[in-house]
Antibody, heavy 115, light 107 residues
Framework: EVQLVESGGGLVQPGGSLRLSCAAS????????MSWVRQAPGKGLEWAST????????YSADSVKGRFTISRDNSKNTLFLQMNSLRAEDTAVYYC????????WGRGTLVTVSS | DIQMTQSPSSLSASVGDRVTITCRAS??????LAWYQQKPGKVPKLLIY???TLQSGVPSRFSGSGSGTDFTLTISSLQPEDVATYYC?????????FGGGTKVEIK
């Protein structure tokens, strides 16, 4: 059974940083592109970032480009999202997703950016 | 960037009604289109991928069609448990844009 478990969310002040993790199990992690999707309170879904199987390719939404960095450790079956220069509008539930468009999602972790 | 436009943004229908939601891409995306269902407070659930393939375990009253720029999600007979917000998403290439969502309610 595929399991994706996000962690690292919490309350952070504007301008601060946070690192999210997603622990994967139940599948061969290194064979799949992985993504982060976010959802602000009461809003729709927003794709944030995707990383290819080896980590050589990364893609990010304009809204997070230059501030967020996606990475992965295939030896530890873990996906990361380093979030810097956080803004109030980054407040959202952040979901980790396997093979976005065809695969499973985690349950999400809440990030709140507020002073 | 390719934009994904869903319509309507909300609808109200009776139990047993046939419900249709449309998703239009501003440029062709072949059949790299997924549909998700999200119930309040829950994680989005993948219903359909590659435009028309039903995810395992999804009831057969759900179906998807389309290719290129125009796509449709159909619920053949609306049930109370189908109350949710539905999203389409393109995944042919980045950015992997979602549609704005369609909120489905029971009349």
């Amino acid at each position: 059974e595929v399991q994706l478990v996000e962690s690292g969310g919490g309350l952070v002040q504007p301008g601060g940083s946070l690192r999210l993790s997603c622990a994967a199990s139940g599948f061969t992690f290194s064979n799949y592109d992985m993504s982060w999707v976010r959802q602000a309170p009461g809003k729709g879904l927003e794709w944030a970032s995707t990383i290819t199987t080896s980590g050589a390719g990364t893609y990010s939404a304009d809204s997070v480009k230059g501030r967020f960095t996606i990475s992965r450790d295939n030896s530890k079956n873990t996906l990361f999202l380093q979030m810097n220069s956080l803004r109030a509008e980054d407040t959202a539930v952040y979901y980790c997703a396997k093979d976005l468009g065809q695969g499973e999602w985690g349950r999400g972790t809440l990030v709140t950016v507020s002073s | 960037d390719i934009q994904m436009t869903q319509s309507p943004s909300s609808l109200s229908a009776s139990v047993g009604d046939r419900v249709t939601i449309t998703c239009r891409a501003s440029q062709g995306i072949s059949n790299y289109l997924a549909w998700y269902q999200q119930k309040p407070g829950k994680v989005p659930k993948l219903l359909i991928y590659v435009a028309s393939t039903l995810q395992s375990g999804v009831p057969s009253r759900f179906s998807g069609s389309g290719s290129g720029t125009d796509f449709t999600l159909t619920i053949s007979s609306l049930q109370p448990e189908d109350v949710a917000t539905y999203y389409c998403q393109k995944y042919n290439s980045a950015p992997l844009t979602f549609g704005g969502g369609t909120k489905v309610e029971i009349k």
